[in-house]
């Protein structure tokens, strides 16, 4: 069983890390200039700066409803997205990055911790575990960082 827990333990690292076969987090908001964070393209709804508020604020969420017994359900959608119409600064955009990356590894460490029962009912949430928990961050992490991709296409700064 232990080798097993531990083959677990690496895929959930690998899912919420690596490429697999779309690009990462990273790869998604490497080099972006802070003078275009807040422009749209006809068509598309957010800017990279919102998708990154989006994808901070709904991890962030879901890290809170693993481990806070008194979590409090937000809001959709307007607790999950910056309010409409505002327009971050660099500190803004680097701010949301660094709370991004730390929660990030608050979920890895659950990942890693050998006490974490992937499969145990979520004691405030009995229908939840943390797998589930684990592959939604990976998901909407994964739907979100290709939006940003394709939005970085649009606007003619994704490397080829």
């Known amino acids: 069983m232990q080798k097993e827990d531990s083959i677990l333990r690496n895929r959930l690292l690998l899912l919420i890390h690596d490429r697999n076969a779309h ?6 908001v490497a080099g972006i200039p802070v003078e275009i964070i807040n422009n749209k393209v006809e068509g598309f709804e957010h800017s990279l700066y919102e998708l990154l508020e989006h994808l901070r604020i709904a991890q962030w969420d879901i890290l809170d409803f693993m481990r806070n017994p008194d979590y409090k ?8 997205w910056p309010e409409p119409g505002f327009e971050a600064s660099a500190r803004d955009w680097h701010h949301s990055l ?58 003619g700064i994704w490397k080829k």
């Open 98 to 155: 660094n709370l991004f990356r730390n929660d990030l590894k608050e979920i890895e460490a659950i990942i890693k911790n050998p006490q974490t029962d992937f499969f145990a009912p979520i004691g405030h949430a009995p229908n939840y575990t943390v797998f589930r928990e684990i592959l939604l961050v990976a998901d909407h992490n994964a739907y979100h960082v290709g939006q940003m991709v394709m939005l970085r296409r649009q606007l």
């Open 73 to 80: 359900e937000r809001s959709w959608p307007q607790d999950y």
């Open 23 to 28: 690009a990462t987090f990273e790869d998604a």
